[in-house]
């Protein structure tokens, strides 16, 4: 176990690469979330146009 965990002798660069891997995809997901909610958001303010629009 000890063997695979140093990878070599080069653990540093292996593990920081699944590490940066992990970051970035974390990121990714939570951009994502924050877009959905902001497209969301603005739809609902289109579709309250629409409606208030079209009652006038």
């Known amino acids: 176990m000890s ?3 140093s990878q ?3 653990a ?5 690469a699944y590490g940066m891997v992990a970051l970035v995809l974390v990121a990714e ?3 994502l ?3 959905q ?3 969301w958001a603005r739809l ?3 579709a309250r ?3 208030s629009s079209r009652s006038e």
Do not use: A, E
């Open 8 to 10: 070599g002798g080069y």
């Open 12 to 16: 540093f660069f292996v593990w920081g």
């Open 49 to 51: 146009l629409s409606q």
């Open 29 to 31: 997901v939570l951009q």
């Open 3 to 5: 063997d695979f965990l």
């Open 44 to 46: 609902g303010r289109l």
């Open 33 to 35: 979330r924050l877009q």
């Open 37 to 39: 909610r902001t497209i």
